[in-house]
C-alpha cells in the first residue's frame, strides 16, 4: 500500500519546517525520537496518519499529538516499523542454522538480543530454532521495541491462523526439523503458540535512539530496521551494538542493510556475507 504524500499545495520548507517541530515536540514531551528517521519515509507515514484523523496540516496533528496520549499511541504504531512475519528471509534462518549454531553451541549460555522485535513472529522464530538445535535451555532472548502496544502483542504469542500456511512453508525452507503444527493450537481464528516458547525470552520497552545498552550480548539481531534510520542515527546504532556484543560476537542484519561505511566495517568479518551475519572480531 502507498503512503498518502502532502498535498499538492503544500509548501515544501513550510512542510519541512511544520514537521521538525512536531518531532521536537514529541521528543521533548513524549521522549521518543523520530529526528534522526528517514525524512521521505517519514513524511508520508506522518500523512498517513493526518488523513486518517481528518486533518489537513502537520501543525494540526502536533496540536492534536501534544494534547492527546491516545493520539500519540495511534501515531506511535504508525512511525514504529512493525512489517514482520515468522520466519521472515528463510534462507537467513538456513544459514543462522548451519553457520552460527555450531558457534554458538560453545558457549555454556547464550545471550540474544532481538532489537526492533515488532509483535515478535521472529522472535518465536528464533525460539523454535534454538529448541530444535537443543540450545534454548542454555538461552536467553531479549525482545526489545520501542512500541508498548506491540510488545504486549508480541507477549501474547497469537498470531493470524490464515497467515499459518505461509509461514509453515517459510519454516520448511528455513530448515525446520519438525512439523510446524507442533507449535501452536488453532482457535478463535487464531494461532496460538505454545507458551513454553516464551519461557526464556524478556519482553522489554527500549529505544535505539535514545537507550543505552542493557547488558553484553553473544548475538543480536537488527533486522530491517536501521533501513528506516538516517546515515548518522545508523552509525549511533551501530555504536551501540558493537559495545553491547561479546568478543566473537555475532550481528545479524536485514537483507537490504550492512555495516558497510559505518566506521565498523573493520571490526567484523563476514559468517555469512549474503545473509549479513557478522561476527565481532575487534
Known amino acids: 500500500m502507498t503512503l498518502p504524500d502532502a498535498p499538492t499545495t503544500y509548501g515544501a520548507e513550510v512542510e519541512r519546517l511544520e514537521i521538525e517541530l512536531l518531532l521536537e515536540g514529541i521528543y521533548r514531551h513524549y521522549g521518543f525520537d523520530f529526528r534522526s528517521y528517514a525524512y521521505a519515509s517519514l513524511k508520508r507515514r506522518l500523512w498517513k496518519r493526518i488523513h486518517a484523523d481528518g486533518l489537513s496540516t502537520v501543525s494540526a496533528l502536533q496540536e492534536r499529538v501534544l ?10 504504531l504508525d512511525l514504529s516499523v ?8 528463510p534462507t537467513f534462518y538456513r544459514a543462522f542454522r548451519e ?39 542454555r538461552a536467553r532472548i531479549y525482545a526489545t521495541d520501542i ?26 525452507r ?7 503444527s507442533e507449535y501452536y493450537t488453532a482457535g478463535y481464528d487464531g494461532a496460538i503458540f505454545n507458551t513454553s516458547l516464551l519461557r526464556n525470552v524478556v519482553f522489554a520497552q527500549h529505544n535505539l535512539v535514545t ?3 542493557f547488558a553484553e550480548f553473544n548475538v543480536i539481531l537488527c533486522r530491517n530496521v536501521m533501513i528506516y534510520f538516517d546515515r ?31 566506521g565498523y566495517e573493520d571490526r567484523y568479518e563476514p559468517l555469512d556475507a549474503t545473509e549479513k551475519i557478522y561476527r565481532r572480531i575487534g
Open 232 to 262: 548518522e542515527l545508523q552509525n549511533r546504532v551501530h555504536g551501540l551494538f558493537y559495545s553491547s556484543l561479546s568478543n566473537f560476537g555475532l550481528l545479524a542484519l536485514g537483507s537490504k542493510e550492512s555495516i558497510r561505511f559505518t
Open 174 to 180: 528455513a530448515g525446520g526439523k519438525r512439523s510446524f
Open 147 to 172: 512500541n508498548e502496544l506491540v510488545l504486549r502483542q508480541a507477549k501474547t504469542g497469537i498470531f493470524p491462523l490464515e497467515k499459518m500456511q505461509d509461514y509453515t512453508q517459510s519454516y520448511v
Open 82 to 89: 512493525n512489517v514482520t512475519a515468522m520466519y521472515r528471509d
Open 99 to 137: 553457520k552460527a549454531v555450531p558457534l554458538l553451541r560453545t558457549y555454556p549460555f547464550v545471550r540474544l538480543w532481538h532489537a526492533g522485535c515488532s509483535t515478535g513472529e521472529e522472535v518465536f522464530s528464533m525460539a523454535i530454532l534454538l529448541e530444535e538445535e537443543g540450545l534454548y535451555e
Open 67 to 76: 494534547h492527546d496520549a491516545q493520539v500519540m499511541e495511534r501515531l506511535l
Open 211 to 213: 537507550d543505552r545498552s
